[in-house]
């Protein structure tokens, strides 16, 4: 069997012969490989032509196919002449089931407001009627009592029950335009996305008799992605890390996905694959704003901008972004990772996430507690994973799940340089930290020339858990980027002090029941003149 694969848009003179045309009415999605911005779909054709040159025309494709990767392989017994790619404006997009359903809601509401209109114009026509004609007797003629009361209870009841229907009537009114309003705005939000053109395709063949011709069609198009998101389970703070590694899989390219098989990429064609380059990274001095001919001297923004160019790389923001598609070899590929899905899925071209399973992982773990009482007075459990370098891991957020209960939303930022990953589990009540401002020991009082400020705080953990607990407890004291501004460290219950950052860290063992207390004290000494922001 001859094979060949056509990766270009192309054109060749076709003879001055008879051209046949056909519609090829069914071809079939075999395989999609969905990357983080577009797919490849692969399309199965199966038809028969006569001899001579015949027209396959292959509608109802995407219009957001690009006709650069227009791919034709797996050719039997005939020719392939040309590949044209063409929108068709006309038919559009058939509706969906969805759409058609809402259309089909819409005539049968409109009926019934209809209906409904007709009995509110009854009644009220009616109830005028008994206005206009509500006068017992004549001018000149005397009215019979027992008349009277015989006339008045037939309006009065007749009156009364008109109203009740007339409420009926108008709360029923009430609803279907606000039925027929929510279905019409979904029917419109959906019939907005199918009024677009639809794409087809021209493929001209050649043969010399009549034989099957069953072919593959690929291509690549727009409007495709998928994203990461896990589901992080514990058990207890003995038991290893299971992570569920998921996909939502979204795509609004016109072409319903119906049970497909799926793969997965992490690569990104759409960055392109031109390397960066870097630009010189010039430096000057800044000039007097005097000297300078025809710049406006009011926007200094400009001025600096001028004066200095940052270092930078030369292309858009998609090339910028290189690094966050870091490559990783595996087996098929080297660029990218693969994730073949086995069950086939169905992702409808409707803009809305599908959800797709795929690999779970029991990951060994140590876990230990955070808090930083400074900022939230609640203590956060970790779980540091090792191991996690070979799991092909994306950024992605994730649900956290300990002690079979949702405890909230976390994220995995598997791009860092270390040995183990942290992922947060979210917040223990048991453990209750307490940081407190000793008031009595707090001061400020002028030396001299200056404004001397002592702050001392108490940092209180206690342990309502049955087991113990590691807590990495931080604090910090500010950092002075001014000679006159003086920041002494006087006690902090020896943790390690870091001088450049200004934390303060303390690695505790606190038992059950049990409670540690931590100090931090320190002074700022300052002109008296002046103020310091943020004390």
Do not use: C
């Not at 270009?8 to 009415?25: C, D, E, G, H, R």
């Not at 003086?486 to 049990?514: A, F």
């Amino acid at each position: 069997m001859k094979h060949f694969s056509f990766l270009l848009l192309f054109f060749l003179p076709i003879a001055a012969t008879a051209q046949n045309q056909k519609i090829v009415s069914s071809s079939e999605i075999k395989n999609v490989r969905v990357y983080q911005s577009g797919a490849q779909v692969s399309r199965s054709i199966q038809t028969t032509v006569d001899a001579g040159v015949t027209q396959l025309v292959i509608p109802e494709l995407s219009a957001r196919i690009n006709k650069n990767s227009i791919t034709v392989s797996d050719i039997g017994n005939f020719t392939l002449l040309s590949v044209v790619h063409e929108l068709n404006f006309l038919d559009g997009e058939k509706s969906s089931p969805e759409v058609a359903q809402l259309a089909d809601s819409l005539k049968k509401l409109d009926l019934e407001i209809e209906k409904n209109t007709g009995l509110d114009n009854v009644y009220t026509q009616e109830s005028a009627l008994l206005n206009a004609n509500k006068s017992v007797g004549g001018a000149n003629i005397g009215v019979d009592p027992d008349n009277l009361k015989e006339v008045a209870d037939l309006f009065r009841e007749r009156m009364i029950e008109l109203t009740v229907k007339l409420i009926d009537v108008h709360a029923e009114a009430k609803r279907l335009t606000e039925k027929r309003t929510k279905i019409y705005n979904q029917w419109q939000t959906l019939n907005a996305k199918q009024n677009v053109p639809s794409g087809k395709l021209l493929i001209t063949v050649s043969t010399k008799s009549r034989v099957p011709v069953n072919f593959t069609l690929s291509y690549f198009v727009d409007g495709a992605s998928w994203i990461p998101k896990y589901d992080i389970r514990a058990t207890d703070i003995q038991s290893p890390i299971q992570l569920a590694y998921k996909a939502d899989i979204s795509q609004s390219t016109g072409e319903n996905w119906k049970d497909v098989k799926l793969t997965l990429s992490t690569g990104n064609p759409s960055l392109g694959g031109n390397k960066p380059e870097l630009s010189p990274w010039y430096l000057d001095f800044y000039r007097n704003y005097s000297e300078l001919q025809g710049i406006n001297l009011s926007n200094k923004l400009q001025l600096s901008e001028v004066v200095v160019t940052q270092p930078g790389v030369r292309g858009s923001r998609k090339d910028a972004s290189l690094d966050y598609t870091a490559p990783v070899v595996v087996e098929q590929n080297q660029l990218s990772t693969d994730f073949e899905i086995q069950i086939p899925y169905t992702i409808l071209s409707d803009g809305k996430q599908y959800s797709v399973d795929i690999q779970s992982y029991d990951l060994p773990a140590s876990y230990s507690y955070y808090a930083a009482p400074k900022i939230d007075k609640d203590a956060f459990l970790i779980a540091k994973i090792t191991g996690w370098e070979n799991l092909n891991l994306l950024p992605g957020n994730s649900n956290v799940y300990f002690e079979g209960n949702f405890v909230g939303e976390s994220s995995i930022n598997p791009r860092n340089t270390r040995d183990t990953l942290d992922l947060s589990l979210g917040r223990d009540k048991k453990i209750v930290i307490l940081r407190e401002k000793q008031k009595d020991l707090s001061t400020s009082k002028f030396v001299g020339g200056n404004m001397v400020k002592e702050l001392n705080y108490k940092i209180t953990v206690r342990n309502g858990k049955k087991e113990a607990i590691d807590l990495t407890l931080q604090d910090q004291i500010p950092v002075s980027k001014n000679d006159d501004i003086k920041v002494n460290l006087n006690d902090y219950s020896s943790g390690d002090y870091n001088k450049e950052s200004g934390k303060i860290t303390w690695k505790l063992s606190v038992q059950p029941t049990q409670t540690e207390i931590r100090n931090l004290k320190f002074t700022v000494k300052y002109p008296k003149d002046q103020i310091v922001g943020g004390l």
